[in-house]
């Protein structure tokens, strides 16, 4: 069984179950006790902990979500390294890797690939924007929810683009078969490789297969470096040209033929979102290591003395190497005609010449030929015959090809016509007029537009301008007007969910963070506000909360008070009980005594005030304890000391800065004394009041800060 399965992590999350298992580390489901929310702790494994590589890398991770908040992107909500446990508390987000979805689902239609495409990009973008490179986009580390909505997850090898560290385990990190070719050579890497991510991913959703494959890891990383892939339309002709253009670009090898930016891919998405028709045409250089090695080749034949041969004549031209005899000679190769001396000198006799009459022999006899004269003599004839039949068929075609061409005239040119533009004018008033009669019109879709009215012409094809044939076939996209959208009930909701229904709409959305009572992150009002019916595109102005705002007040004076009425009254002006302190007094136990800050003192809500309470009377002698903190906790942290069940002393303190905690009790005899760190038990001491010594008798702060200690000692 899982070792931290029905445990708590830093004394807060309470782990429920495994959900998932990384190369370097697991990632369980669990509840944040303090407000019931659930969460996502991802655990660095055991057998990493003592690793710099994964630990670097596991920082990194934490460090880079941390300065992201965009919607499609996984949220860290804590973290915490110590030398026994690396963990990341992220959003929890219940649904399925794009790739599973893509093993059920593949190939997609081109308008999902690019709602997915869309959200990585957007995603990109922010995080361009900050600095930091993901460097493994895959379909594997994309969340899909239910919902449609994607989140990027697993930063873990994300390097700030800034950054010019590099160690040899940066080299070719990254999953093979989506890594750019530079990343695969182990060169310098920026924003561009996971653009080139994006084409592969696109690549996959619209064919349904990825761009290169093989048999091992090498194998592909070398098809990334030095192939092209098939063409996407070759393997799935319903993706539309410009779509293939956008693929085919992010998939360039070289990084500065790809897109450089993730907003200049999503302009050219936009661009053809708004006419699938449109073609880029982009116009890639040469391959430069492809020119460099012919020019190689070039200078080297010309030193030579020769002329440089193209590949194909070079493989044809080369000289076979001759046959030798045993002797080592060489053997000159058979020759395939007789020496002249050897041919036959007979004179040849030819058709017309006195030979071929029949000669009559001494007895008058008419003498026969030879049966070969006779043969050719029969062949020519039929040759002759043959020769007349194919004359006068030739001659009845001339006729007959010449009459048709002067009856019906087909070679006549008929003019082009010029396509005019279409784009503004109402389809049915098109389809019309007489003018345009000479032109066949379909609708290949509709769209809304606010740019045109209903029923009006958006885009053509082909083009305004061009040359075409009479009655050529002008495919038209037709507008359905404005998109009018009712403005869905928003607050309550979380922030991003609320950005991903106003997208649905078509909606653009503002944010504006504005103090409220309400939980911040969630949404609390919206400008429309709800059920408004408005035009898609519109920006809706989303007021997020911030939490309440912070106050000055005044302190008020607590003296003389019981514990739980100063709380009430701390509690009223938006102020918190700190650090509780029993000290001896005739008052009775649990009246304040004294407070810091001091009465009338300004403060901002939510800050806390001491209190000296009375311990009671029976009790005369007084014990210190001193009990080290450790050194690099930066954050405040909630010391407790407890006694019998009951809470003697409480303070939240810094460990940085503080060093120790001192809390003082008033006793008589022996107590067992446990402190308690964030809820966590920390140390236990044995306290004698009557010596005012005490000794340190369990110890766990190991196991929370990684520093151990053996104090004891006597009250000073």
């Not at 073609?279 to 002329?307: H, M, Q, V």
């Not at 029969?378 to 009845?396: K, N």
Request: glycine share 6%.
């Amino acid at each position: 069984m899982d070792n931290y399965i029905g445990k708590k992590i830093e004394g807060r999350y309470l782990v429920n179950e495994l959900i998932g298992v990384g190369g370097m580390a697991n990632v369980y489901k669990a509840t944040d006790v303090t407000d019931g929310k659930t969460v996502a702790v991802k655990v660095l494994r055991e057998e990493f902990c003592d690793n710099e590589e994964f630990l670097r890398r596991f920082k990194n991770e934490s460090k880079a979500i941390a300065m992201l908040s965009h919607p499609n992107i996984i949220k860290v909500y804590d973290v915490c390294f110590s030398h026994k446990i690396q963990v990341i508390v992220m959003e929890y987000v219940d649904g399925i890797t794009l790739k599973e979805y893509l093993e059920e689902q593949s190939p997609l239609s081109w308008k999902e690939t690019l709602h997915f495409t869309t959200q990585v990009l957007r995603a990109l973008s922010h995080a361009h924007s900050k600095g930091i490179v993901h460097r493994d986009i895959k379909p594997q580390n994309v969340m899909l929810l239910p919902n449609a909505q994607i989140k990027i997850t697993d930063f873990g090898i994300a390097r700030f683009a800034r950054s010019e560290a590099r160690t040899l385990t940066d080299r070719a990190i990254g999953s093979v078969h989506y890594i750019s070719p530079e990343q695969a050579q182990g060169e310098h890497t920026d924003q561009r490789a996971d653009l080139y991510s994006v084409g592969v991913m696109l690549y996959e959703m619209l064919t349904g297969q990825l761009p290169f494959d093989a048999d091992s890891p090498v194998s592909v990383a070398l098809k990334q470096i030095e192939m092209e892939p098939p063409m996407p339309r070759s393997i799935n002709p319903e993706i539309p040209e410009g779509l293939e253009e956008i693929t085919m670009r992010a998939l360039q090898k070289d990084p500065e033929q790809r897109y450089q930016s993730a907003d200049e891919m999503l302009a050219d998405i936009e661009e053809f979102k708004a006419d699938p028709s449109v073609r880029f045409e982009y116009d890639y250089l040469t391959d430069p290591a492809a020119e460099k090695a012919r020019c190689r080749r070039a200078i080297l034949s010309l030193k030579k003395g020769k002329a440089p041969m193209k590949p194909d004549e070079a493989k044809r031209d080369t000289p076979r190497r001759a046959p030798r005899r045993r002797d080592g000679e060489e053997r000159p190769r058979a020759r395939h005609t007789a020496p002249a001396e050897e041919e036959d000198q007979r004179p040849v006799r030819r058709y017309g010449e006195e030979e071929r009459r029949p000669r009559r022999d001494r007895g008058g006899e008419p003498r026969r030929l030879p049966k070969e004269d006779y043969q050719e003599e029969r062949s020519g004839s039929v040759l002759m015959a043959l020769a007349g039949i194919t004359a006068a068929f030739v001659v009845i075609s001339i006729v007959f090809i010449g009459a048709m061409l002067y009856l019906n005239n087909p070679l006549e040119k008929v003019p082009d016509v010029q396509v005019p533009d279409f784009k503004g004018l109402k389809y049915d008033a098109v389809t019309k007029a007489e003018e345009y009669s000479s032109f066949t019109f379909e609708v290949e879709d509709n769209q809304y537009n606010d740019l045109y009215e209903r029923g009006a012409i958006i885009s053509q094809k082909p083009k305004e301008g061009t040359k075409v044939k009479p009655n050529s076939v002008v495919r038209v996209v037709v507008s359905n007007g404005t998109k009018v959208v009712k403005m869905p009930n928003l607050i309550g909701l979380e922030e991003t969910e609320a950005y991903y229904q106003l997208a649905e709409l078509d909606l653009e959305y503002q944010k504006v963070e504005i103090f409220s009572d309400q939980t911040p992150g969630t949404v609390v009002g919206t400008e429309p506000g709800y059920d408004s019916e408005i035009p898609a595109s519109t920006v809706v102005k989303v007021q997020i909360s911030m939490g309440p705002e912070n106050k000055i007040v005044e302190v008020p004076d607590l003296k003389g008070k019981s514990i739980d009425a100063a709380r009430a009254a701390l509690e009223e002006l938006g102020l918190e009980v700190g650090g509780i302190s029993y000290v001896p007094s005739d008052e009775k136990r649990d009246v304040v005594l004294s407070q810091d800050p001091a009465p009338t003192s300004q403060m901002s809500t939510g800050g806390f005030v001491n209190l000296n309470v009375s311990a009671g009377e029976g009790q005369s002698n007084l014990i210190t304890l001193h009990i080290p903190l450790p050194k690099d906790v930066e954050e405040i942290v909630k010391m407790q000391a407890m006694f019998d069940g009951k809470i003697l002393s409480e303070e939240r303190v810094q460990p940085s800065t503080a060093r120790f905690w001192k809390p003082t009790f008033q006793g008589t005899g022996t107590a067992k004394i446990f402190i308690l760190y964030n809820d966590f038990l920390y140390q236990t001491y044995e306290v004698s009041f009557g010596t005012g010594a005490y000794t340190l008798v369990e110890d766990n702060s190991a196991n929370v800060t990684g520093q151990s200690s053996s104090a004891q000692g006597t009250t000073p």
